[in-house]
């Protein structure tokens, strides 16, 4: 069983258009994130839910807004869509915030022409 | 806030060589944790092994062990046996207790880790 799981891997898509990207945890695990890496690599936290509540909002346009419907579940939509959000969006979550690691789904490659 | 530095863009071993990827990292927090993460080309980002910033042992999972130096603020990842499979992105993590960890994992720029058969 796979225990971070995002969909869709890869989303390709016109610029001006909105996009979600869901993400699902099957650990039990009370917190979960949404990470952006860019092309060189780097790996940037965008948001932090625990239990549900929008822990931390990191500068990112309010073009991303993070939603969860319940623990197990946090998507990421994504309005009018800019070249530059081109990137690999990875969802993770831990069992307590920041005390233990994180795990991390397999990520979402967004390409936006 | 903390940084997290990698100073090694690439790095490259023979198989069954022993290679070491260096990290730094700048805090003003007490407790913290730290972690090496590796992305192989799957894109899949694997937890390789944590440190805990109260324990003075150096963390050690199988091939892979970790030089700890609170002071120093160091955390470098030793590959005892390189093998083919270790050929990847290698990150270096921290995460503050501070906030709650909150502000989620603070990444190094990485290290690509090439192993030469």
């Known amino acids: 069983d796979t225990a971070v799981s995002q969909t869709p891997k890869y989303l390709v898509t016109q610029m001006g258009n909105d996009k979600s990207i869901k993400c699902e945890q099957n650990l039990g695990h009370d917190t979960m994130y949404w990470y952006k890496q860019d092309s060189k690599k780097f790996l940037k936290i965008m948001f932090s839910y625990n239990n549900k509540e929008l822990i931390i909002n990191e500068t990112v346009p309010n073009r991303f807004s993070p939603k969860s419907p319940d623990k197990a579940h946090l998507n990421l939509h994504i309005n009018s869509l800019e070249l530059g959000d081109s990137a690999v969006y990875f969802c993770?979550?831990?069992?307590?915030?920041?005390?233990?690691?994180?795990?991390f789904g397999q990520g979402t490659r967004l390409t936006v022409v | 806030a903390q940084t997290v530095t990698q100073s090694q863009p690439e790095m490259s071993v023979q198989e069954a060589e022993t290679v070491t990827l260096s990290c730094t990292y700048d805090t003003s927090e007490s407790d913290y944790y730290l972690f090496w993460y590796k992305q192989p080309p799957s894109r899949q980002m694997i937890l390789v092994i944590r440190q805990e910033a109260y324990k003075q042992q150096n963390a050690t999972e199988n091939r892979f062990s970790v030089n700890f130096q609170k002071a120093a603020k160091s955390f470098s990842l030793k590959i005892s046996d390189s093998q083919l499979g270790d050929a990847a992105m290698y990150f270096c993590a921290f995460i503050g207790y501070s906030g709650g960890g909150a502000d989620g994992l603070t990444f190094g720029k990485g290290t690509h880790l090439i192993i030469q058969p």
């Open positions: 993770a979550s831990s069992q307590v915030m920041g005390h233990t690691e994180a795990f």
